[in-house]
């Protein structure tokens, strides 16, 4: 907690793929009171064409998120395995006149293969990532909020839903640090800050 004389602190968890418009705008006016803040991204393309104020302490739970595990799994499985074993096959059948029936249904064999990872993808994979995103994130996110020392914030802000279960997981551990998913300007803006 902020003692008197001290510099109010918030630390700011947003996991969506980029922060929303409401968020930025929430961190610019804390800034703009004086507030020291801490934003919590998930991943660097996060901040791809977003202006943040030098003064913002960022920090990103992951590099990039395609490189988590299960992402990396589900292209492997759904993309290359299928992709090099008809690559393969074609490369033993192309330019072989006899066998040109078979290469030209290797070609239609994989480009419904790929119209079939793409389905399951987007039908079966992607629905159920969604919901296991936000928990991937609070346990990948510990170690970065730590950094941030949240026991010496003010309070700590899930701003959106993916940030939920993480913000969820801090309020435990830092039952003295007020724990919101409000974005709410009113502790500090307008008022003077030494």
């Known amino acids: 907690m902020t003692t ?13 793929y980029r922060p ?13 009171a004086g507030v020291g803040v801490d934003l919590l991204l998930a991943e660097e393309s996060s901040t791809e064409d977003v202006e943040l104020d030098p003064r913002v302490n960022v920090r990103k739970v992951l590099g990039v998120e395609a490189d988590l595990p299960v992402r990396r799994f589900e292209k492997i499985i759904l993309y290359t395995i299928p ?3 008809l690559g393969k096959a074609r490369s033993l059948t192309t330019g072989r006149p006899l066998l040109r ?7 239609a064999t994989r480009h419904g293969q790929r119209w079939v990872s793409r389905k399951i993808h987007r039908k079966l994979y992607w629905p159920v ?8 994130m609070a346990r990948k996110g510990r170690r970065a909020v730590q950094a941030f020392d949240p026991a010496g914030a003010d309070r ?3 701003a959106d839903a993916a940030a939920v279960p993480l913000g969820w997981r801090l309020a ?3 039952p003295g640090v007020r724990a919101t998913t409000a974005l709410d300007r009113k502790p500090y803006v307008g008022k003077k800050q030494n």
């Open 172 to 174: 435990r551990r830092y």
């Open 101 to 107: 029936p078979l290469d030209l249904a290797l070609g």
């Open 4 to 16: 008197i004389g001290s510099r109010p602190r918030v630390v700011v968890l947003s996991l969506s």
């Open 20 to 32: 929303p418009k409401r968020v930025q705008n929430y961190v610019q006016d804390l800034v703009d």
């Open 156 to 158: 700590i802000v899930a």
């Open 83 to 85: 992709g090099k074993l």
């Open 129 to 136: 990532f969604k919901v296991m995103r936000p928990w991937i």
